[in-house]
């Protein structure tokens, strides 16, 4: 599947909203690892790299950030402000967070386990490895 937002089930209630995630419905993978980003001082970015494996589903629980995606050609900007949205990352796609709001916190479901072999963290070494699959 492509870099794409989800909309996730939204269920109204006047004592309070509720959504919820399926792994291999609303994400397109089983989720083996589950974390949050939080307490993000003004002006930080998160995240520049990229994964050989593990595929992302990002959801602004609370506030709002910037995901900026780079496929190795061109950025994408997605900006997330609803707990009932969540955007799916997929393998190799180089990723940042930025522009995190007061007190927002990032969900985010993974493909795999923690594996620090899987990151790529040099974005020309990055650009690279996606020129060889294109060719
Ligand atoms: P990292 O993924 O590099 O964060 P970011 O790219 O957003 O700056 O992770 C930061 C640290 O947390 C790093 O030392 C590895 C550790 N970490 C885990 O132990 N388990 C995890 O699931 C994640 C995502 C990170």
Known sequence: METKIINLPKI?????????IEEENHVPFKVKRTFWIYDVPGGENRGGHAFRDTEEFIVALSGSFDVVLHD???ELVFQLNRSYYGLYVPKMMWREMRNFSTNSLALVLASTPYNPDDYIRDFEGY?????????
């Open 127 to 135: 650009k690279e490895l996606t020129r060889c699959k294109q060719v």
């Open 72 to 74: 190795g050609e061109k």
């Open 12 to 20: 109204f209630d006047q004592r309070g909203n509720l959504s919820f």
